[in-house]
């Protein structure tokens, strides 16, 4: 059974920073895809920064130089470096598990594990 559990999500100041972290357990190829997706309220759930299973990175505009995305595959975790937190920033963070690759990594329907999410509230 494929386990994805999000942690490190809080409420934090604008300028602030954060750092998120997915334990995954089950996954039968360790390097597959993840990624980071977020969803404000009333909004769709958009990719915020995927990872190849090799290290090639995607990340959103809205989130570039500010987030950094890192997995340690021996100990099969996930990371989100997020710093100079914004407001538009304030989501539910998931993260995801999906097939090796590097194209389309921000692509919802390239992942079919998710975790259930954490929340990140940033005031201003």
């Known amino acids: 059974q494929v386990q994805l559990v999000e942690s490190g999500g809080g409420s934090v100041q604008a300028g602030g920073s954060l750092r998120l972290s997915c334990a995954t357990s089950g996954l039968k190829d360790k390097r597959g895809r993840m990624a980071w997706f977020r969803q404000a309220p009333g909004k769709e759930r958009e990719g915020v920064a995927g990872v190849s299973g090799g290290g090639s990175t995607s990340y959103s505009d809205s989130v570039k130089g500010r987030f950094t995305i890192s997995r340690e595959n021996t100990k099969s975790t996930l990371y989100l470096q997020m710093n100079n937190l914004k407001p538009e920033d304030t989501a539910t963070y998931y993260c995801?598990?999906?097939?090796?690759?590097?194209?389309?990594?921000?692509?919802?329907?390239?992942?079919?594990?998710w975790g259930q999410g954490t929340q990140v509230a940033v005031s201003s």
């Open positions: 995801a598990a999906g097939r090796p690759g590097l194209w389309n990594l921000l692509r919802e329907d390239e992942y079919n594990y």
